[in-house]
């Protein structure tokens, strides 16, 4: 059975958005390890409520140590790690033992508003304060950088008269939540092919 890891720091709806395609069988595969890196993530009580195995490694104990102490546990237990609202830096041997089978999704399209401290309320304040016309989200893979791994897919949304980050964020969210089940089906369904920076579906 293909095996899901998720890491993430938060409220976990894009999480929830997995377990459900999981619970539906829209993704024939299963979720053998939710972590996050602080306890108080509702993340943590999402896994709970659905029978799957949660850690929460503090990271302002485990600072650097963090990314190797996730490796210890997910070494050979997953088949693709992915970040949801995850805000730790994933770094070290991890990247490596995980190569091209870690992704994160952010909620922008990538390359405008990402890299250090594009997070949260503060990507879609930076694409209000631009004026861009559309915005969305962005599937992509980790690697040593930081948003700055090949991408996978890509979902527009457009920004509408009036809106503010609040409604923005609000609106990509649920894009969001469609673009992290479609990248996590594919490779579960081991479609996703890299070559470079180029991505391609197969089949
Ligand atoms: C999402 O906007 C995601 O793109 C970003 O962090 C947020 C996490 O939201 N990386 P949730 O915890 O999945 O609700």
Redesign the pocket.
């Known amino acids: 059975m293909f095996k899901i890891a998720v890491l993430?720091s938060?409220?976990?709806?894009?999480?929830q958005a997995i377990i459900d395609a999981v619970n539906n069988k829209e993704i024939n595969a299963e979720i053998s390890y939710i972590i996050t890196d602080n306890e108080k993530a509702y993340?943590l009580e999402r896994g709970r409520l659905n029978n799957i195995p949660v850690m929460s490694f503090d990271r302002k104990q485990y600072k650097e140590g963090l990314s190797d102490k996730i490796l210890e546990v997910l070494k050979g237990k997953a088949d693709i790690i992915v970040l949801?609202?995850y805000l730790s830096i994933l770094q070290g041997d991890i990247i490596k033992e995980f190569k091209n089978r870690i992704i994160n999704?952010?909620?922008s399209l990538i390359p405008s508003f990402c890299g250090m401290g594009a997070?949260?309320i503060k990507v879609h304040e930076m694409a209000i304060e631009y004026g861009v016309k559309v915005s969305g989200?962005t599937v992509h893979f980790v690697d040593e950088g930081t948003d700055t791994g090949a991408i996978i897919l890509q979902k527009v949304v457009e920004v509408m008269e009036g809106d503010d980050a609040k409604k923005l964020q609000e609106r990509i969210?649920v894009k969001?939540h469609e673009a992290i089940v479609e990248a996590v089906k594919l490779f579960s369904e081991e479609r996703v092919q890299i070559d470079g920076r180029k991505v391609s579906i197969k089949g």
Not at 10 to 15: A, D, E, F, S
Request: aromatic residues 6%; hydrophobic residues 35%.
């Open positions: 993430a938060g409220g976990g709806t894009n999480l993340a949801a609202g999704i952010h909620p997070y949260g989200c969210l969001e």
